[in-house]
């Protein structure tokens, strides 16, 4: 009776997390997210296959030796699914509150798992931690780096694994920060790449277009010198327009309304750096009057009410 309860479970979980991938997302916290999970069970089907090959070739009284064991085997697998799946659901509950340290210490005891769920929201925690308030200049380096170590690794195991692209994307750019213009300027390429290979494997995802809208921003408004620094060490360096981030953060907020407080500032900003001001206090508004709940958010919070300040409104 147990291992028939176990596959019910099992069954049950894959019909949960198909649910998800046919609405499209679930919400847990400032970032959307589609869990991966259900591959399992879509790889033990494609294997059933090979198996029914494999069992016309053997003795009839082997059969029955093979499939008692099949069904332990399978049972044992479901089980081993639902304790994953139990870990991934308390590390998104985890997120969803803002409990980086905790959720941080829960995903380093995977730290050597072949799963790219664990990896890559590994890579976020790692990354979060980093970007906690006072925290020391060198750990920040160290989890910069950890972050992007964990987001490599996910890519590795699993490249059609969209959020491994994009935390693959936003690590290497923070890395970026610690390694000069240059090499920032060169990782622009391959950030813009693997942020693209996002969308195209989730076109729901609307932190990826987000951030493809922010990679439009910062070189729309890339100093003068960096610039130079780009056109003599790159035949045809990156460019970009605020038009062209504009609308990738419209395209973001229609995929998933109110979905990012950052998202609300951009809009306010690129409006700004397009001279019109109605829109600008508008998204603006949107982006201080949003509940402030992880750091980042906070950080919004008082960036909008001092750009808020400066504009009068």
């Given at each position: 009776?147990?291992?028939?309860?176990?596959?019910?479970?099992g069954?049950?979980?894959?019909?949960?997390?198909?649910?998800?991938?046919?609405?499209g997302?679930?919400?847990?916290?400032?970032?959307?997210?589609?869990s991966?999970?259900?591959?399992y069970?879509?790889?033990?089907?494609?294997?059933?296959?090979?198996?029914t090959?494999?069992?016309?070739?053997?003795?009839?009284?082997?059969?029955?030796?093979?499939?008692a064991?099949?069904?332990?085997s399978?049972a044992?697998?479901?089980?081993?699914?639902?304790?994953?799946?139990e870990?991934?659901?308390?590390?998104?509950?985890?997120?969803?509150?803002?409990?980086?340290?905790?959720?941080?210490?829960?995903?380093?005891?995977?730290k050597?798992?072949?799963?790219?769920?664990?990896?890559?929201?590994?890579?976020?925690?790692?990354?979060?931690?980093?970007?906690?308030?006072?925290?020391?200049?060198?750990?920040?380096?160290?989890?910069?780096?950890?972050?992007?170590?964990?987001?490599?690794?996910?890519?590795?195991?699993?490249?059609?694994?969209?959020?491994?692209?994009?935390?693959?994307?936003?690590?290497l750019?923070?890395?970026?920060?610690?390694?000069?213009?240059?090499?920032?300027?060169?990782?622009?390429y391959?950030?813009?790449?693997?942020?693209?290979?996002?969308?195209?494997?989730?076109?729901?995802?609307?932190?990826?277009?987000?951030?493809?809208?922010?990679?439009?921003?910062?070189?729309?408004?890339?100093?003068?010198?960096?610039?130079?620094?780009?056109?003599?060490?790159?035949?045809s360096?990156?460019?970009?327009?605020?038009?062209?981030?504009?609308?990738?953060?419209?395209?973001?907020?229609?995929?998933?309304?109110?979905?990012?407080?950052?998202?609300?500032?951009?809009?306010?900003?690129?409006?700004?750096m397009l001279?019109?001001?109605?829109?600008?206090?508008?998204?603006?508004?949107?982006?201080?009057d949003?509940?402030?709940i992880?750091?980042?958010?906070?950080?919004?919070?008082?960036?909008?009410?001092?750009?808020?300040?400066?504009?009068?409104g």
């Open positions: 009776m147990a291992s028939v309860a176990a596959v019910r479970a069954f049950r979980a894959a019909g949960r997390e198909l649910k998800s991938r046919v609405s997302q679930q919400q847990l916290g400032p970032f959307r997210r589609i991966t999970r259900v591959i069970f879509v790889c033990f089907g494609s294997n059933q296959a090979r198996k090959a494999f069992l016309a070739a053997i003795p009839a009284l082997s059969y029955l030796g093979y499939e064991h099949k069904k332990v399978f044992t697998t479901v089980y081993a699914l639902d304790k994953a799946d870990v991934i659901e308390r590390a998104d509950y985890l997120y969803s509150c803002g409990e980086t340290e905790k959720l941080y210490q829960l995903l380093l005891q995977y050597d798992s072949d799963d790219a769920e664990f990896l890559w929201r590994l890579a976020r925690a790692s990354r979060d931690l980093a970007l906690v308030p006072n925290v020391a200049a060198d750990q920040k380096k160290q989890l910069t780096y950890e972050a992007f170590d964990y987001a490599k690794k996910a890519l590795e195991k699993n490249e059609a694994c969209f959020a491994a692209h994009k935390w693959y994307a936003i690590c750019s923070d890395v970026g920060d610690y390694e000069g213009v240059k090499v920032k300027i060169g990782n622009s391959i950030i813009k790449d693997h942020l693209e290979r996002a969308i195209e494997l989730n076109p729901k995802d609307a932190t990826s277009i987000h951030i493809l809208g922010y990679w439009c921003f910062a070189f729309a408004e890339l100093p003068w010198y960096q610039r130079k620094v780009a056109a003599v060490i790159f035949a360096p990156p460019t970009a327009t605020y038009e062209e981030a504009l609308a990738y953060f419209l395209k973001a907020e229609d995929v998933d309304p109110n979905f990012y407080s950052k998202n609300l500032l951009m809009l306010g900003k690129t409006y700004m001279k019109d001001q109605d829109k600008a206090l508008l998204w603006l508004h949107k982006a201080r949003y509940p402030a992880t750091e980042e958010d906070k950080q919004v919070h008082k960036e909008a009410l001092d750009l808020l300040k400066k504009l009068g």
